[in-house]
């Protein structure tokens, strides 16, 4: 099936991912691929944490690409296409270009597409102006073909592979007296039929002669021109109009401003970035090429007028506080989730799906099914290890029957066994070996809000009550620090056993241990924290105890 790829629509979770974030976006964008349409590509709003990296190691799945913001970028403007010409192309030629194109700035490029400078028709303009060098051509060392183009010329005798390297401009259309006393050796000199003029030229020592008005020019004249070493060359304009002419020749990159001067962008500098410096300068196009200075277009203050917005389908939350940076730039077509309704709002209305099941793969694997798509076994897989790793193994209170049922279906399909499956998750997701607080403590995080409070809770979730107690003395110390990057005034963490079904949970910030201790009547333990029996939801039990504790206070 053709499908548009610049027609892209992003699916992806919240940040600081966990396995059902990543496995829902890309099993959904999976799924919306199926149909016709725009291409869906499954991102991920941050890091993988250990257990995610095993589960798409196991099933063979590629990890999302990762995108830590969607405000609109300069990929996402419609650039002009003006093809970039080489630096030794005349400025007559890119004169013509221009015209043709009519766009007043034109790219340099070398010979593998690298910008290298750029021209605009006021450089031109200034260029023609100041055209009184007779020594034009060859303080711009232009290559002989460059003449013969421009001039619309036939070589009659020498060599064009080469450049004018001395010399000036020479206008001979007078009597030989007369040209003795103007010309020296190695000019180039414009003439016209007149035979003793061309002869005392080319006797003189010219570099170069120019016969105009497309003259017949005798063999004599042509055969001491290959002795002598000098370029004949005819053209068909007249001598005015080849004096005019002859310094278009000159190679454009003499007069480009080059790369080092020039105002440029790369396709992810951001629209915001773009304008703020459209509005600080006079420039009229801006050139935007790769990171590594391949040229890929013109962008100018029209562009922006079609910017054209990323588009986003959210999986597996609803906040605004755990969207991706950005969002509020983006155009949000469609939410699958899972957790209470948040705080997010949209410009339009969008598709909105949310079940109170214990994972968003569940509700996906019933779009599977609704819409009768089969369910390849690796995406099987990924569905499955979300369901078992959001419902620890069916042992949490927010799983449903309909995850026990999909994950039933979705095992068959992939040929594993669940609880075997479940063990080697956890036991994946709780290797501590190597790994920086910073990165246990935010492989599952997430922000919430009531009024102005904002507080982050985080969770783990561990089979061995040994690697349980290094975790938490790993992230214990951590804790103010984690509260000030967040900047948020109260932090937790969840340190779930799934076989005892217990959260022993730490907290940090003003309030936190009245919170905690008002919404489940626990008590502090001799090492600051709090063990919550039979607390294993973060979605179910920790959130809606601490929301309504919050409303009561």
């Known amino acids: 099936m053709e499908r548009n790829t610049k027609s892209k629509v992003m699916v992806i979770g919240h940040r600081n991912p966990d396995t059902d974030s990543i496995c829902s976006a890309i099993a959904y964008a999976n799924l919306k691929n199926k149909s016709d349409g725009p291409f869906y590509e499954a991102c991920r709003a941050g890091e993988l944490n250990q257990e995610t990296a095993y589960v798409l190691k196991r099933f063979g799945a590629k990890p999302p690409r990762r995108c830590l913001n969607v405000s609109p970028q300069v990929q996402d403007i419609e650039m002009r296409q003006v093809p970039g010409v080489r630096g030794n192309a005349t400025m007559r030629r890119v004169w013509e270009?221009?015209?043709?194109?009519?766009?007043?700035?034109?790219?340099?490029?070398?010979?593998?597409?690298?910008?290298?400078?750029?021209?605009?028709?006021?450089?031109?303009?200034?260029?023609?102006?100041?055209?009184?060098?007779?020594?034009?051509?060859?303080?711009?060392?232009?290559?002989?073909?460059?003449?013969?183009?421009?001039?619309?010329?036939?070589?009659?005798?020498?060599?064009?592979?080469?450049?004018?390297?001395?010399?000036?401009?020479?206008?001979?259309?007078?009597?030989?007296?007369?040209?003795?006393?103007?010309?020296?050796?190695?000019?180039?000199?414009?003439?016209?039929?007149?035979?003793?003029?061309?002869?005392?030229?080319?006797?003189?020592?010219?570099?170069?002669?120019?016969?105009?008005?497309?003259?017949?020019?005798?063999?004599?004249?042509?055969?001491?021109?290959?002795?002598?070493?000098?370029?004949?060359?005819?053209?068909?304009?007249?001598?005015?109009?080849?004096?005019?002419?002859?310094?278009?020749?000159?190679?454009?990159?003499?007069?480009?401003?080059?790369?080092?001067?020039l105002r440029t962008f790369v396709p992810t500098t951001p629209v915001e970035e773009v304008k703020k410096l459209m509005s600080q300068v006079r420039d009229t196009y801006f050139p935007v090429h790769t990171n590594s200075g391949k040229y890929l277009g013109l962008i100018s203050r029209r562009n922006l007028l079609n910017l054209k917005r990323k588009q986003l389908i959210l999986v597996d939350h609803n906040e605004k506080t755990q969207c991706v940076d950005g969002w509020e730039e983006a155009e949000i077509l469609e939410v699958v989730d899972h957790h209470r309704i948040g705080s997010l709002e949209t410009s339009q209305p969008?598709?909105?799906?949310?079940?109170?099941?214990?994972?968003?793969?569940?509700?996906?694997?019933?779009?599977?099914?609704?819409?009768?798509?089969?369910?390849?076994?690796?995406?099987?897989?990924?569905?499955?290890?979300?369901?078992?790793?959001?419902?620890?193994?069916?042992?949490?209170?927010?799983?449903?029957?309909?995850?026990?049922?999909?994950?039933?279906?979705?095992?068959?399909?992939?040929?594993?066994?669940?609880?075997?499956?479940?063990?080697?998750?956890?036991?994946?997701?709780?290797?501590?070996?190597?790994?920086?607080?910073?990165?246990?403590?935010?492989?599952?995080f997430k922000i919430f809000t009531h009024g102005d409070l904002r507080f982050g809770v985080g969770q783990g979730s561990y089979m061995s009550e040994k690697n349980r107690q290094r975790a938490a003395d790993l992230l214990r110390p951590y804790l103010p620090e984690a509260l000030k990057r967040e900047g948020v005034q109260m932090i937790f963490y969840m340190l779930t056993s799934v076989k005892d079904q217990s959260s022993r949970v730490l907290f940090n910030g003003e309030g936190a241990e009245q919170l905690i201790g008002s919404a489940f009547r626990s008590q502090r333990e001799e090492d600051g924290s709090v063990v919550l029996p039979g607390v294993v939801s973060r979605k179910k039990q920790m959130i809606p105890a601490m929301l309504e504790t919050l409303a009561q206070m």
């Open 97 to 261: 270009t221009m015209r043709d194109t009519r766009a007043n700035s034109q790219p340099i490029v070398d010979e593998n597409g690298y910008l290298k400078g750029l021209i605009t028709l006021g450089d031109l303009a200034v260029a023609n102006m100041d055209s009184l060098d007779a020594r034009a051509l060859s303080n711009a060392k232009t290559p002989v073909k460059n003449v013969v183009d421009v001039l619309g010329g036939t070589v009659l005798a020498g060599d064009d592979s080469g450049y004018f390297e001395r010399g000036k401009i020479v206008v001979g259309a007078s009597s030989p007296d007369v040209l003795e006393n103007t010309m020296e050796a190695g000019d180039i000199v414009l003439l016209a039929n007149r035979y003793e003029t061309q002869l005392c030229a080319i006797e003189m020592g010219a570099s170069c002669v120019v016969v105009c008005m497309g003259s017949a020019v005798t063999k004599t004249i042509v055969k001491l021109a290959a002795e002598r070493g000098c370029l004949l060359i005819s053209s068909p304009y007249d001598t005015y109009a080849v004096a005019n002419l002859i310094k278009q020749s000159v190679p454009v990159s003499n007069h480009m401003t080059p790369l080092e001067k």
């Open 350 to 444: 969008v598709f909105f799906r949310n079940q109170p099941v214990g994972c968003t793969c569940t509700i996906v694997y019933q779009m599977y099914r609704e819409k009768g798509v089969e369910i390849e076994p690796n995406m099987a897989g990924l569905m499955l290890s979300a369901i078992l790793s959001d419902t620890l193994c069916f042992r949490s209170p927010t799983c449903t029957p309909t995850d026990k049922a999909a994950a039933q279906e979705l095992a068959k399909i992939a040929g594993v066994e669940p609880e075997a499956l479940a063990n080697e998750i956890f036991e994946a997701g709780e290797n501590l070996e190597g790994r920086a607080a910073e990165d246990v403590f935010f492989q599952d």
